[in-house]
């Protein structure tokens, strides 16, 4: 799961100008911040959600415990 995750935002990393653009989210992301700093704000949440996908891949965090019998 969290190699998947961290897949989809390097994905959404390289196409972020079409995603800026052509979404209403990075639409609303332009509104309220700018041009720049909207592209910016995209730019850390998706390398935020790299480092997550790849700390749940590796295991570091531990999101369902189930427990043990």
Not at 37 to 50: E, S
């Amino acid at each position: 799961m969290g190699g998947m995750v961290a897949l989809i935002c390097l994905y959404g990393l390289w196409r972020r100008r079409w995603f800026f653009e052509n979404t209403r989210k990075g639409r609303r992301l332009a509104r309220w911040f700018g041009e720049t700093a909207g592209l910016r704000v995209l730019v850390g949440l998706l390398f935020a959600g790299i480092v997550f996908g790849l700390l749940l891949a590796c295991d570091v965090i531990h999101p369902m415990h189930w427990p043990r019998p």
